[in-house]
């Protein structure tokens, strides 16, 4: 009956946290699903000197 218990609160423990992980969601993979921006962007190059 100890294993049962043990079983249980791990399976329980387990689906606590995918929910929590699909209710908050995860920085990373949001951070790959925003698109471009549109419209113009600054120009941010800074050329190398003497790269020739």
Not at 11 to 18: F, H, N, P, Q, T
Not at 21 to 27: E, F, I, T, V, Y
Request: zero cysteines; hydrophobic letters at 35%; proline letters at 10%.
């Amino acid at each position: 009956m100890g294993s049962t218990m043990a079983l249980m609160f791990k399976s329980l423990r387990d689906w606590v946290g995918e929910t929590l992980s699909h209710a908050l969601g995860n920085p990373s993979e949001e951070k790959k699903t925003v698109p471009p921006a549109i419209g113009f962007q600054p120009y941010r190059d800074v050329p190398e000197e003497g790269s020739r």
